[in-house]
């Protein structure tokens, strides 16, 4: 059995790019390109491409007496010199120094839509790895070494040596041209929560979204007419008021507000306002968005939000300066949102001040400039888009699913080929604006095989500590939760030495009383009956605003009568958005097992991870 615990703050492994050194300016030296060594695109030509990564939260390199300044280094650079014609190997960073997770990367700028590359790539990363799993080695097998890198030689540390490479779970993300109206009707799908998402749908984009409709315009700011409001108009207003919103909750060091929503712009936001400027006429596009902000989207139904304005849903009063108040701010940079919006308006600078003030983290907003691709076989540009927290797959998965990616781009460049007029479209699958009806969820691509195969519980609109009916997936494997809860606090919740491997200073405090470190990772082995390699789990305490658990927020001390694990179990079970998560790879049960990525997909989605 092993336990790896983190030092500091959690981050889910397609998350996991945190800079353990600031980089304010461009010459740093540690400003090396947050895409790994920028591979993911754009084409030189202009024409669609698809870039991938696969990175793996249980297959990891370790240089304890590695400096941070050193361990950031490594990211992006090649591991073993394990390349192909359109793939490499990397190193990507996550919260510790000395650690390294493995990802593999997908060259954008060569993939081609339609070429079958994609999957033919992704087949070759599934062979080396297959051929290569240096875990199953002696010692000398598990050295690496790492492109350019001071520390060399790394260790393999994970998985362990029973496991079977081609069952190692990848976290994967997709990088490709998209039309802004195409991006629309997968958020509009993701609203709908349908059990089977569109393969480019994230399994928790829904958290953060605003997906604004035509009914957030009844006011008619700056004179304009909801009614002829276009796709393409909404998606851009609902990247820009949801990226706005998403400001309230504070960054936590090194974050990128990139982890706020599953669709990530890498063309930035000024080139995404010239795609529909015309559409949004008047002097004030701040103006705009300042009545945007009166309005909620509460699974169809547009509610007035009493956090910015006052009044009624036809005629909001923003309050004060509550919305443009907003700010991102971290050690290096912020920005203010009113000042973001309005040089959006302006179209000022070379990149907007959102994705300027991302490049003081890691560059991923609108870290692709002004480019932008062709959509598939015609000459239409179109802004770039990074589609991120998809489903987990297998290594024996990949080629399958860029396969499936692939086909998934495809069909939704040819269905939005064109740019979408202000003519209701005759599409009965298009997103509706009525506001208190659920509009039906656009048809799945023809490739986009069933993601789930249990239905996902529908998470309340705001985090809530009534307890989850008996049939929600997560009561399905509360043993399992159990299981690993009981572990944990039989070995650690008593633990009071600071030095130890976990102690009570950096797991104790959970709810509206987060303080400090709070996340720790545990390996519960399996017999051989039950499966071939670790459940490698994270057990997660995390700030939920008006939601803490009934037993207690001290791990080490619960209130009288309860114990740790009711403390774990209430705010795992009773708290829907994130209070606690626990992972597994693999899952943790048969069905799971068959279905690689079930279990990990609902208990992210629900937990807000």
């Not at 909750?249 to 990139?258: F, I």
């Not at 159990?482 to 491997?501: E, I, R």
């Amino acid at each position: 059995m092993h336990l790896y615990p983190y030092t500091s703050l959690f981050l889910t492994a397609s998350a996991a790019i945190v800079p353990l050194q600031p980089r304010a300016t461009a010459g740093d030296p540690c400003a090396v390109d947050p895409s790994g060594v920028g591979d993911l695109g754009p084409t030189a030509d202009g024409t669609a491409g698809i870039g991938a990564e696969f990175e793996s939260p249980a297959f990891y390199f370790e240089n304890p007496k590695c400096s941070p300044e050193d361990t950031f280094a490594a990211k992006g650079k090649v591991v073993n010199d394990r390349t192909g014609d359109q793939w490499i190997l990397s190193a990507d960073t996550g919260p510790n120094q000395g650690k390294l997770n493995a990802e593999y990367i997908l060259n954008g700028k060569k993939i081609k839509v339609g070429s079958g590359d994609g999957a033919k790539s992704g087949k070759d990363v599934a062979d080396d790895l297959i051929g290569w799993k240096p875990w199953q080695g002696d010692d000398k097998a598990k050295e690496i070494n790492i492109q350019d890198n001071k520390c060399n030689p790394w260790k393999v540390t994970a998985p362990s040596a029973r496991s079977a490479p081609e069952k190692l779970p990848w976290s994967p993300q997709i990088t490709t041209a998209m039309p802004l109206e195409a991006l629309y009707s997968l958020m509009d799908e993701l609203l709908q929560d349908p059990d089977d998402l569109n393969i480019l749908n994230g399994i928790q984009g829904a958290k953060s979204l605003i997906l604004v409709t035509k009914d957030f315009f009844q006011s008619k700011p700056q004179g304009i007419d909801g009614s002829k409001m276009s796709d393409d108009v909404l998606a851009f207003c609902t990247l820009v008021l949801s990226y706005a919103k998403a400001a309230s909750k504070d960054l936590s060091p090194n974050e990128s507000p990139k982890l706020r929503l599953s669709y990530l712009p890498r063309t930035e936001f000024n080139t995404l306002f010239k795609q529909v400027e015309t559409k949004l006429p008047g002097d004030s596009l701040f103006d705009v968005f300042n009545l945007l902000a009166c309005y909620n989207n509460n699974k169809g139904t547009i509610e007035l939000d009493e956090t910015y304005c006052k009044g009624s849903l036809d005629k909001p009063e923003p309050i004060d300066t509550k919305f443009g108040d907003l700010t991102y701010k971290n050690s290096q940079a912020s920005v203010n949102i009113k000042d973001w919006i309005t040089s959006v308006g302006k179209k000022e600078g070379d990149k907007d001040k959102l994705s300027v003030f991302d490049k003081s983290i890691d560059g991923s907003i609108g870290g692709f400039g002004t480019s932008m691709e062709k959509v598939y076989q015609t000459d239409r540009s179109v802004p770039m888009f990074e589609f991120r927290e998809l489903m987990d797959k297998q290594t024996k998965e990949i080629e399958k699913f860029m396969g499936d990616v692939d086909t998934a781009i495809q069909d939704l460049h040819k269905k939005f080929a064109n740019p979408p007029t202000r003519r209701k479209r005759d599409d009965a699958c298009a997103p509706q604006s009525a506001p208190s009806t659920t509009s039906a969820a656009p048809p799945a691509t023809s490739t986009a095989p069933p993601q789930n195969t249990v239905k996902p519980a529908d998470p309340p609109s705001q985090p809530s500590c009534v307890p989850n009916p008996t049939d929600h997936v997560k009561d399905a494997h509360e043993k399992e939760e159990k299981k690993v809860s009981k572990f944990f606090c039989d070995k650690y919740a008593k633990n009071t030495n600071a030095q130890a491997p976990v102690s009570v200073v950096q797991t104790v405090m959970a709810g509206t009383r987060l303080e400090g470190l709070a996340t720790v990772d545990i390996a519960f082995d399996y017999p051989d009956d039950e499966g071939n390699q670790d459940d490698v789990y994270d057990i997660t305490i995390k700030s939920v605003d008006e939601c803490s658990p009934a037993h207690g927020n001290n791990l080490a001390e619960p209130v009288p009568g309860s114990t740790c694990e009711d403390i774990l179990n209430n705010a795992w079970k009773n708290c829907t958005y994130s209070l606690i998560s626990i992972l597994g790879y693999p899952q943790a049960n048969n069905v799971s097992r068959q279905q690689p990525g079930t279990w990990r997909r609902h208990y992210r989605g629900l937990l807000g991870l």
